[in-house]
């Protein structure tokens, strides 16, 4: 029997975001590895679920390890890095003989000291299992870099956009190490693309990526390749080297590599395209001002999006639609755990004097200042309403509603997903009842906002997740990267074996 060794280490880095990740960010307070989490990891339909099925169907033998999870956010603590190398050797210490590894990865992960941890954590695994396969889901945003494709000889991305294929996608990784085992030659051919585009642009679901998905599929349905990953980079890694990359599997290698130069031609064609619309934020309160239709203006600030890994502290729009003296109702969150702090101080039904917003970001709008009315306080727990993660529960920590005239503002100690309703919902802000809804996500609010308004306008403002990627302060961008500085004549590169 093929005994598997595994562990999951997912956190999405936004190198803008000036806040560390540190252990207590992690996991929710649940402990980092034993019973409680593997049943929890099983229990629950995501890549481990997904790869550990694979693997027992082909008759494996799966040995748990270590659980790292986190929302999206700035780099995570060196500290969190240490502790998971060191439980992964002294899991690795105590298996005995293994065959293979599997290692549930997000991809784009920068710790304090490292940008590439993903990377570094493989190449940690590979030093201590010696020449025995590892396979790795990621993201479809992940970043891979040489590192993991010198290390890992298995590399699965998500197809979907948002994220739904998480177990699908540990099966694949699952599957695909569980044949290498019984003698598969599949390798890997892989082409790096010089492209960063937005995430609010596009989703999976619509062209022109959906396409590109199809190629994919139709690959593996007529047996070319046995796998496919597009891996579009979440843009908001300020690290040498950040590019886009397709990665195919196969035994036969020639069909792999044109395989892989075909996706990464379609995925170079469409970059213009995949370009979110944005308007500027006084155009979209013109618009809602003028709206009659009854349904909620809703202005997408996906710049400050926690689930890009932003922190959510961003008041430009309290700010815009209080300097103008409009009569919008408007609700929003904005992160400011002092606020809300503060708001505890003054006590429900009082009015203070409140500075809120642009407490972390540099170049957010803000802060503002006003004389706000406390309306309720929380515990800052709220449950999931959207299909993905329906009944998930989230918590955003000490938590207040304070108005501001005819602006509600929800303010929250620290970020979450941010996509759902029920992030303004639950804590009395109905979004029905509002002029003008601010949503603080790229894609994932489309869904669970669509019975609420289709009057979807996305706000080009300054934050840790901007669309508008020339709004960031770069320092390590490299040469020739679309959207930056891309030679005209560029020519994508023959696919590389690995
Ligand atoms: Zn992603």
Redesign the pocket.
């Known amino acids: 029997m093929k005994r598997i060794f595994f562990f999951e280490f997912r956190q ?1 880095s936004n190198t803008f975001n000036p806040v560390v990740a540190q252990p207590e960010h992690f996991n929710s307070g649940m402990p980092f590895e034993g019973e409680e989490m593997t049943k929890l990891r099983l229990n629950t339909r995501h890549s481990v679920q997904g790869a550990v099925t694979a693997i027992r169907q082909a008759g494996g033998e799966v040995i748990p390890s270590m659980y790292f999870r986190a929302p ?1 956010g700035g780099r995570v603590a060196d500290k969190v890095m240490e502790m998971l190398k060191e439980g992964i050797k002294r899991h690795l210490d105590a298996a005995g003989e293994i065959d293979g590894v599997y290692a549930a990865l ?1 991809g ?1 992960t920068c710790t304090e000291s490292e940008d590439d941890a993903c990377g570094a954590i493989i190449e940690y695994v590979r030093g201590l299992v010696g020449d025995k396969p590892i396979a790795v889901s990621h ?4 970043k891979v870099t040489e590192k993991m494709l010198r290390n890992a000889q298995i590399i699965c991305g ?1 197809h979907t ?1 948002p ?1 739904l294929d998480f177990y699908e996608t540990g099966y694949r990784a699952g599957k695909l190490l569980m044949e290498k085992l019984a003698g598969s030659k599949a390798k890997m051919a892989t082409v790096a693309i010089p492209m960063l585009i937005p ?1 609010a642009g596009y989703t999976t679901q619509n062209e022109p990526f959906k396409s590109l998905i199809d190629m994919g599929d139709e690959m593996v349905a007529s047996g070319k390749i046995q796998d496919y990953s597009v891996f579009a980079v ?1 843009p908001w890694l300020d690290i040498a080297g950040i590019d886009s990359r397709i990665i195919t599997i196969g035994e036969d290698m020639e069909a792999a590599k044109v395989c892989a130069g075909k996706l990464a031609q379609r995925l170079f064609e469409i970059r213009d395209e995949v370009q979110p619309p944005m308007m500027t934020v006084d155009e979209i309160i013109d618009i809602a001002e003028k709206n009659t239709s009854g349904k909620p203006v809703l202005l997408a600030e996906s710049a400050d999006s926690p ?1 890009g890994g932003a922190v959510g502290d961003s008041p430009v729009v309290a700010l815009r639609v209080l300097e103008r003296g409009s009569e919008l109702k408007t609700g929003l969150f904005v992160t400011d755990p002092a606020a809300v702090e503060h708001a505890f101080v003054v006590g429900v039904g009082n009015t203070g004097t409140f500075t809120f917003g642009a407490a972390f970001t540099p170049g957010v709008p803000g802060p503002v200042t006003a004389e706000g009315r406390v309306r309720s306080l929380h515990d800052g727990w709220w449950t999931q309403e959207g299909a993905a993660g329906r009944g998930t529960a989230f918590c955003f920590g000490r938590s207040a509603v304070v108005s501001f005239g005819n602006v509600d503002v929800l303010l929250i100690t620290q970020g979450g997903a941010s996509g759902d309703p029920q992030v303004l919902r639950h804590f009395g802000i109905e979004p029905t009842l509002y002029d003008l809804i601010v949503v603080k996500a790229n894609t994932s609010f489309r869904a669970p906002y669509t019975p609420i308004s289709d009057l979807v306008y996305v706000a080009d403002t300054a934050g840790a997740c901007a669309s508008n990627l020339h709004q960031l302060k770069w320092e390590k961008l490299p040469k020739g990267v679309y959207p930056f500085d891309l030679p005209e004549n560029y020519q994508i590169a023959e696919p590389a074996v690995w």
Do not use: I
């Open positions: 999405e999206s997000h784009a993201d479809l945003h992940a998500y956009y994220h995430p979440q689930n």
